[in-house]
């Protein structure tokens, strides 16, 4: 199983940025065999990372989901998600991110893009 680090720098005002190797500028990553996808939040001491929304967009909502897992270590701060890779699928996945005092802020939808192997 291959690990995908992604950095996620969340500013106040909503804006998410992302960083890795692979890693689109809007947090998009393709996928090629099962996979731990390890995403980490940066400069964020007041913020912790809450369960991700996650849905398939293609090729149909009733294509399963990849993603078997989701684990919050280091405070909340680290979420690693298990991608298994079983299909050929894109996967729609919008971070949400708990500030201190209780408010939510919601990514935009960076993409999952699993290629199963062949």
């Known amino acids: 199983m291959s690990t995908i680090n992604v950095s996620v720098t969340v ?3 909503g ?3 992302y960083a890795g190797p692979g890693v689109g500028v809007d ?3 393709d996928v090629t065999e099962a996979s731990s996808l390890v995403y980490t939040l940066q400069n964020a001491e007041q913020m912790v990372f809450m369960h991700p929304l996650l ?3 293609s090729p149909s ?3 399963p989901l990849d993603i078997t897992n ?14 298994v890779d079983s299909h050929t699928e894109t996967i729609c996945m919008q971070l949400q991110v708990q500030l201190s005092d209780g408010s939510v802020i919601t990514s935009p939808d960076p993409k999952i893009r699993d290629t199963k192997p062949q």
């Open 11 to 13: 500013s106040l005002s």
């Open 15 to 17: 804006g998410f940025t």
């Open 27 to 29: 947090g998009s990553i």
């Open 55 to 57: 849905s398939v967009t």
């Open 61 to 63: 909502s009733s294509t």
């Open 70 to 83: 989701v684990v919050f270590t280091n405070g909340g701060k680290t979420m690693t998600l298990t991608d």
